[in-house]
């Protein structure tokens, strides 16, 4: 039996912890926007994934303020603050294709390149972009991506902080 764990946070404290993380999210976005203008890609892409997971986690937190309108407090899973999965898989849902860098799958945007693995920014995708690894018999640094979908990503993760902040 798997045991949640939920964290009680105060009603009149939520608005303010989904605001924290949308202005992290932002913050997010504009570093990395430095980032890219030095060729730092693959930092870059580490703060894109950072900027999706507090995204999402103000999205949660503010599904659940709207959803448990009764009571002083409002309990979210644990998960909440420390499952990088659980957060990157509210992202895609709220994101949706925008969060794959590159694929072969001919989407709904243009360009796309053909035979292209699947490219998606996830927790494994952050680490692969923030340290060098020595796998399978070489030197292995952050992933070969579509920058024109990078640009989407950035895109999607703004618009949908911009329509969380007027929905507060």
Same mark, same amino acid.
């Given at each position: 039996?798997?045991?949640?764990?939920?964290?009680?946070?105060?009603?009149?404290?939520?608005?303010? &912890? @989904?605001? %924290?993380? !949308? *202005?992290?999210?932002?913050?997010? =976005?504009?570093?990395?926007?430095? #980032?890219?203008?030095?060729?730092?890609?693959?930092?870059?892409?580490?703060?894109?994934?950072?900027?999706?997971?507090?995204?999402?986690?103000?999205?949660?937190?503010?599904?659940?303020?709207?959803?448990?309108?009764?009571?002083?407090?409002?309990?979210?899973?644990?998960?909440?603050?420390?499952?990088?999965?659980?957060?990157?898989?509210?992202?895609?849902?709220?994101? &949706? @294709?925008? %969060?794959? !860098? *590159?694929?072969?799958?001919?989407? =709904?945007?243009?360009?796309?390149? #053909?035979?292209?693995?699947?490219?998606?920014?996830?927790?494994?995708?952050?680490?692969?972009?923030?340290?060098?690894?020595?796998?399978?018999?070489?030197?292995?640094?952050?992933?070969?991506?579509?920058?024109?979908?990078?640009?989407?990503?950035?895109?999607?993760?703004?618009?949908?902080?911009?329509?969380?902040?007027?929905?507060?």
């Amino acid at each position: 039996m798997v045991t949640v764990v939920v964290v009680q946070i105060p009603r009149n404290m939520v608005m303010e &912890g @989904i605001k %924290l993380c !949308l *202005d992290n999210a932002e913050r997010y =976005v504009k570093d990395l926007e430095l #980032l890219r203008q030095n060729r730092s890609i693959e930092h870059a892409v580490v703060m894109a994934i950072f900027a999706c997971e507090e995204m999402a986690k103000a999205y949660i937190l503010f599904e659940h303020f709207k959803q448990e309108s009764d009571g002083d407090f409002i309990g979210v899973s644990k998960k909440l603050f420390e499952d990088h999965e659980y957060k990157m898989k509210t992202a895609e849902k709220v994101l &949706g @294709i925008n %969060l794959y !860098l *590159d694929s072969s799958r001919l989407p =709904v945007r243009i360009p796309f390149r #053909l035979g292209a693995p699947d490219v998606k920014a996830s927790p494994k995708l952050r680490l692969q972009c923030a340290f060098v690894d020595f796998r399978d018999g070489s030197w292995k640094f952050g992933t070969e991506h579509n920058p024109h979908y990078f640009t989407f990503l950035l895109k999607a993760i703004q618009d949908k902080i911009d329509s969380l902040r007027s929905k507060l």
